[in-house]
């Protein structure tokens, strides 16, 4: 009898003791003790939140900073190369992935294309643009030299994109010609001179005429290719050509919500229904599918971005395994006493990886707060660019970043998953461990 009541009262006390111990670490105590635990290991939980609020701060703001490169170049593309959709002669897009390399032929169009191309559904403006390769002859020199000619009255993004260090721009149908810096500096050229202007004709005869410098410049954006052209009047480059009528390039800028897609489909149908047996093969090109160089350019970057993540992971993941080794080393015997108490393994886990995931999430949201304030206040005053090659390279004299939600989303949610995966291997081991054992070691 004695042995059963004493058996009894045993069970009644584990009973108790496994109650006791289920209530002290419920969900809500978990955080409780996980907080505890961080605060009583300042130092070692410092410097990881700092590496983590670093980290979560790097992940939202390049994300950001990216997206602003992407818009950016794209809108300074489309409104200064481009338009959004452009007819030209038809070209390999596999050998001629940069628009600004290619050679493009000559063409013509009738006045009733233009009036039925004004009539599409979507469309907004158009531009002509003639580009082709000469020689500017000086006094002293030949210089071989790619010219853009464009309508000043036609092209107005294209002409606020001009900063002049002497002079300005030409007038709308005179014979001058505006040149980058580096090349009037190069070859001593200066507002005022006279050049000549050697080209082949459209009729592949030799033709020159004289032009007056009117101005040395540098461009704001897309400055890498920009900075290559030399500039002249569409009308001037006619005459210069032989052909009062000719063009390379057409651009076609849209209606804000318009389908591009449909509306390169009429504009085919116009191409072919055109009817002028003496041009090449044209064909009207969205913007995106002519500039392959801005896919290679964009996916470099998200590569970038990519590795960049890569390496932060990483560097978390690494930095906070050896902190859950070091927790579970030194306290082996404060687990012992939890299951002791009736802590079950997947509660023991519970605190451990809480511990991780609490530390993780508090630095994450600091870091993403401190990127969205950094974003908030960049993407008004904008960020200058000092040097010529990152502005020809951004596209901009000044980047601004832009909102990319799946950066925010990314910069709270990764480190919390690589602190859960980074302790929760140790956090099983050691949950498994059974009392007598933990209570042994050192």
Partial sequence: MKTSKDSAIKTSIDNTSQRIGSFFISFGNTWSLASRNILRQRSRSFLLGLLILFASFVIVYFSQFLEGVSKNFTKNLISLASGDIYVSSKVDRKADGNLFDRDYEYFHLSPQFFDNLAKLEGFSSVSHRIEFNARIVTDSDTIPQRIMSFDPMQDSALLNNFTFTTGQMFNPGEYGIILPEDVARRYGVTVGNRVRLLAKSVNKQINLIDFIVTGIFRTNNLSAWFDTYAYIDLKAARALLDDTGTLTRLNIHLDKGAQPKAFVADLDKLLKAQGMSNNPNLEATYWADGAGFFSELTMAMQLGYVIVIVIIITMIAASLAL???????????????????????????????????????????????????????????GIPLNTQELRGFLGSSHFYPAFNFDGFLAGMLVPLLVAFLATYIFARRASKLSIAQAMADP
Avoid: N
Wanted: glycine share 10%; charged share 10%; no cysteine.
């Fill in 323 to 381: 902190a859950a080794v070091m927790t579970v080393i030194e306290r082996t015997k404060e687990i012992a006493t939890l299951g002791a108490i009736g802590a079950t393994p997947p509660q023991i886990r519970r605190i451990l990886v809480g511990e991780q995931i609490l530390l993780a999430g508090a630095a994450a949201l600091l870091g993403t707060t401190l990127a969205g304030v950094l974003f908030i206040v960049t993407s008004y005053t």
